[in-house]
């Protein structure tokens, strides 16, 4: 409890909920372009875009419930 609590180890946790967060969607992209959707260049580059931003905003929202 007392690593959970202290404020480096609260950042740790965080960089692991990204960590996994980020792994969580580009895993949901990559379902999507094994279905032969989203493979164009552009399309491609911007659900890449999305899911660096959807991962970060989850990871905001985990690390307001954990700070």
């Known amino acids: 409890k007392a690593v959970a609590t202290h404020p480096l180890g609260k950042l740790v946790l965080i960089g692991f909920a990204w960590a996994y967060l980020h792994h969580f969607c580009a895993g949901v992209r990559?379902?999507?372009l094994d279905m032969q959707k989203g493979e164009e260049l552009h399309t491609a580059?911007?659900?890449?875009?999305s899911v660096f931003?959807?991962?970060?905003?989850?990871?905001?929202?985990?690390?307001?419930?954990?700070?």
Not at 45 to 49: D, E, G, L, S, V
Not at 53 to 67: D, F, H, K, R
């Open 30 to 32: 990559y379902l999507f």
């Open 45 to 49: 580059r911007k659900t890449a875009a």
């Open 53 to 67: 931003v959807v991962s970060l905003l989850l990871t905001l929202a985990v690390a307001g419930a954990i700070w």
